[in-house]
């Protein structure tokens, strides 16, 4: 549907180049951290001949989640644009980077796509911009049906973010149309943005870079919608919500402290019956008895 009827993403080459750029990252990322986990288990006695990196390969590699780079690089193909593939191969590096480097308590504080987007952006200049997803009235309705039925199916329940940051949005710009006197054709007109709902559905509904609690949820999509708004009023900053929601990512941990709710997680944190816990919280295999 994107090369035939609208701009709706960018070309294959772009999107393999951020593939390229996202999956390095995540497979150096989760290198890093295996060997970083073997380290504090070396230092704690707690390291065994059946330990995962003696697998070879296969341990290196534990817990490669290739998922979450190919989202931030199908975001990556969609919402940003270039002159040249190193753009996007740079942007896919460093979002996924980022979720490895810049972290609190566990969850990394800045949105991938979004953080890889506004740093490429602002080194780029006018080389590298941020698309308006301006993909007429069809396309639009199918990426709104697509992003609500991926969020109510999902299994991270953020819609009421999505939703959140949508109707604080919608407030912002008839509010300003009313305020001015302005026709609502101009609101809705904004309104009808494709890139809008890629953010409001597969960006800021990010579990792990944004709050636990469903209050502090609405509290931050409130903020990002409201900081878009003059943004792109007062600067005319095309992709002001990517900017917003990465200058506002260090509320999240704030909100997190004041609003404490249990935290989101992929997968289950129940470990095969062969596994311990340590004193100090983490998991390890029992010892592997090697006989002569």
Same mark, same amino acid.
């Given at each position: 549907?994107?090369?035939?009827?609208? !701009?709706?993403?960018?070309?294959?080459?772009?999107?393999?180049?951020?593939?390229?750029?996202?999956?390095?990252?995540?497979?150096?990322?989760?290198?890093?951290?295996?060997?970083?986990?073997?380290?504090?288990?070396?230092? /704690?006695?707690?390291?065994?001949?059946? @330990?995962?990196?003696?697998?070879?390969?296969?341990?290196?590699?534990?817990?490669?989640?290739?998922?979450?780079?190919?989202?931030?690089?199908? /975001?990556?193909?969609?919402?940003?644009?270039?002159?040249?593939?190193?753009?996007?191969?740079?942007?896919?590096?460093?979002?996924?980077?980022?979720? *490895?480097?810049?972290?609190?308590?566990?969850?990394?504080?800045?949105?991938? #796509?979004?953080?890889?987007?506004?740093?490429? /952006?602002?080194? $780029?200049?006018?080389?590298?911009?941020? &698309?308006?997803?301006?993909? $007429?009235?069809?396309?639009? *309705?199918?990426?709104?049906?697509?992003?609500?039925?991926?969020?109510? =199916?999902?299994?991270?329940?953020?819609? !009421?973010?999505?939703?959140?940051?949508?109707?604080? %949005? #919608?407030?912002?710009?008839? $509010?300003?149309?009313?305020? =001015?006197?302005?026709?609502?054709?101009?609101?809705?007109?904004?309104?009808? @943005?494709?890139?809008?709902?890629? %953010?409001?559905?597969?960006?800021?509904?990010?579990?792990?870079?944004?709050?636990?609690?469903?209050? #502090?949820?609405?509290?931050?999509?409130?903020?990002?919608?409201?900081?878009?708004?003059?943004? /792109?009023?007062?600067?005319?900053?095309?992709?002001?919500?990517?900017?917003? =929601?990465? @200058?506002?990512?260090?509320? &999240?941990?704030?909100? !997190?402290?004041? =609003?404490?709710?249990?935290?989101?997680?992929?997968?289950?944190?129940? +470990?095969?019956?062969?596994?311990?816990?340590?004193?100090? +919280?983490?998991?390890?295999?029992?010892?592997?008895?090697?006989?002569?």
């Amino acid at each position: 549907m994107s090369l035939t009827t609208s !701009d709706f993403g960018a070309q294959p080459l772009a999107l393999i180049a951020a593939i390229s750029g996202a999956m390095l990252a995540q497979a150096a990322g989760t290198v890093w951290v295996n060997a970083r986990k073997e380290a504090r288990r070396a230092e /704690s006695g707690s390291y065994w001949r059946g @330990s995962p990196l003696v697998a070879g390969i296969v341990g290196w590699f534990a817990g490669f989640q290739w998922k979450s780079a190919l989202i931030t690089s199908l /975001s990556l193909s969609i919402l940003l644009r270039a002159n040249s593939l190193w753009f996007w191969l740079a942007a896919g590096m460093i979002g996924v980077s980022a979720k *490895f480097l810049i972290r609190y308590r566990g969850k990394h504080i800045f949105n991938p #796509a979004c953080i890889g987007i506004v740093v490429v /952006s602002l080194l $780029g200049g006018s080389a590298a911009w941020v &698309s308006p997803g301006q993909w $007429g009235q069809a396309p639009l *309705f199918a990426a709104f049906a697509i992003g609500f039925a991926a969020l109510v =199916l999902s299994s991270a329940k953020r819609l !009421d973010i999505a939703l959140g940051f949508l109707a604080g %949005f #919608a407030v912002m710009l008839f $509010g300003r149309a009313l305020y =001015l006197g302005d026709p609502m054709a101009i609101p809705i007109h904004q309104l009808q @943005s494709g890139a809008l709902l890629v %953010f409001a559905f597969f960006m800021i509904t990010d579990p792990r870079s944004t709050p636990d609690s469903r209050l #502090a949820r609405l509290i931050f999509a409130f903020a990002v919608a409201a900081f878009a708004a003059w943004l /792109s009023w007062e600067y005319h900053i095309r992709g002001a919500m990517l900017y917003a =929601l990465a @200058s506002l990512a260090l509320l &999240s941990p704030i909100l !997190d402290r004041l =609003l404490p709710a249990s935290r989101f997680e992929w997968t289950s944190t129940k +470990g095969p019956r062969n596994e311990l816990k340590t004193p100090r +919280g983490g998991v390890r295999p029992r010892p592997h008895i090697v006989r002569a």
